[in-house]
């Protein structure tokens, strides 16, 4: 996996490198380009004897008093464990336990009292919370500040595909239960039986049963994931895995960190699950990394003005017709903030003295330059780079450390130094503004930019 830090959290080995990890974490999360995945450790309550508790377990140990069912000290007192031994002895039957299921979170709703670590994730900017567990807990914690939100399951039963969110234009949270919720019994995916059918279904040929792509694609553009509460020995999570991920494998950058007290990934689990999906598993454990992670957040207001959380790999020059074409630049930068990279504009020219002068020294001093091209762009009234373009493309030269990427934003007749380059985007020539393809062009822009950047180390 391509890390912006040379060590995982929590290996004790540097206290200056373990906080520059949380800082880039803490930015990621508060740029809102991260995604949050809670495991059923992380949905955690007080049980009868006060002790900190998955809900998932109490849920199991509440069905097994139900049944009567007697388990021996080396059976796992696990949800999808308990209510599949139900079904192997044919004490209940599949609706009837997604019942019961469903009736222990709506009595829990009204009486948990949740670890407070869950509550400060959620007053954190994750863009998109995934779920695992059957509960509305996240929800509830949004509605308790008033925060908007988007909530949305994957139902079991009767899968459709009305996930139909703008991450473009919609800036709400994405509250997403992946394995169904209680207030929809019949969504829920509980036994292994389930479980087997569930990764067929959202694996399979029938686009109504698979994952909203609009969720996995999104992947690709908030690529910062924590996996919190999570038994990475779980059979299923690595097909879970391979099929979220499916299209975005070498694009995420996924930190794990477990429940204290819980047994910890094997060595041949962390390696298939590191050598697949670049995971990073730390040994500390996740209440004390929800507690670095929201003190890093919070100091990322204390920083001066315009100092990045953490060193940027190259410096981007941006040239634009800053008033005709502020719409495109407004829906690239976006995405462009999501890199290691500092960038700069020609409002950054601003009392720096003669224009000419100014470009040229950032010629000198920048990595990448982007035009983003329209008509406009070439108004030499508006954009003073236009009698540096002959000389700006005669620059580019991936290899030697210095791109020239001209983005095609709205449609005109590309002639000239710019146009004769290669390295233009999209590489069929299609303008990105009304397109109907504009996230898709956007994304895979920025993950050109991204792959060129981490390499530029190399050469």
């Known amino acids: 996996m391509p890390t912006e830090t040379t060590q995982p959290a929590g290996n004790g080995s540097s206290n200056d490198t373990n906080k520059e990890v949380f800082q880039a974490i803490a930015r990621k999360v508060k740029d809102g380009v991260a995604v949050l995945f809670l495991g059923p450790g992380a949905l955690v309550a007080k049980d009868e004897k006060g002790n900190w508790t998955p809900l998932t377990d109490m849920c199991a140990a509440y069905l097994a008093r139900k049944y009567k069912l007697e388990l021996s000290d080396s059976e796992e007192c696990t949800l999808s464990y308990v209510a599949s031994l139900l079904r192997v002895r044919n004490l209940s039957t599949d609706n009837v336990l997604q019942e019961d299921v469903a009736r222990f979170y709506s009595e829990q709703a009204n009486k948990c009292e949740l670890h407070p670590a869950l509550e400060q994730l959620v007053d954190l900017r994750f863009r998109i919370v995934i779920n695992t567990t059957p509960d509305n807990f996240v929800t509830r914690l949004y509605d308790e500040v008033a925060a908007p939100y988007y909530p949305d399951f994957y139902n079991y039963y009767k899968p459709g595909s009305a996930f139909v969110f ?40 029938q686009q109504n049963e698979r994952l909203p792509d609009v969720l996995t694609n999104a992947f690709k553009d908030f690529r910062y994931h924590l996996f919190l509460g999570f038994d990475f020995e779980d059979w299923n999570l690595r097909l879970l895995l391979d099929t979220l991920y499916k299209n975005v494998r070498e694009n995420i950058q996924p930190f794990s960190y477990p429940l204290k007290g819980e047994r910890e990934a094997d060595s041949e689990t962390k390696v298939f699950f590191q050598g697949e999906f670049g995971m990073q598993f730390n040994p500390m454990d996740l209440y004390t990394f929800v507690e670095q992670l929201v003190l890093e957040y919070n100091n990322l207001d204390n920083q001066p003005a315009g100092a990045p959380a953490e060193k940027p790999r190259a410096e981007v020059l941006i040239l634009h017709n800053e008033t005709a074409d502020k719409d495109g630049y407004d829906l690239l930068i976006k995405h462009l903030k999501a890199l290691p990279a500092q960038f700069y504009t020609l409002a950054d020219a601003t009392g720096q003295g003669d224009m000419k002068a100014w470009l040229e020294s950032m010629l000198d001093r920048c990595q990448v330059v982007l035009p983003l091209l329209s008509v406009d762009f070439f108004d030499e009234q508006s954009n003073p780079a236009i009698p540096l373009l002959e000389e700006i493309a005669r620059r580019n030269n991936p290899r030697k450390g210095f791109l020239v990427m001209p983005v095609l934003l709205k449609p005109l007749a590309l002639d000239g130094p710019l146009g004769r380059l290669s390295t233009i985007r999209p590489p069929d020539r299609t303008p990105i503004l009304g397109s109907a393809n504009e996230s898709t062009y956007i994304s895979e822009t920025v993950e050109s930019l991204r792959k060129y950047i981490e390499n530029l180390a190399r050469t």
Do not use: A
Request: hydrophobic content about 30%.
């Open 166 to 205: 703008d991450f473009e234009k919609d800036p709400r949270v994405v509250v997403y239960n992946l394995f169904g919720t209680y207030k929809k019994p019949e969504s829920l995916v509980l036994t292994y039986k389930h479980q087997l059918n569930y990764i067929k279904k959202i694996v399979g040929e």
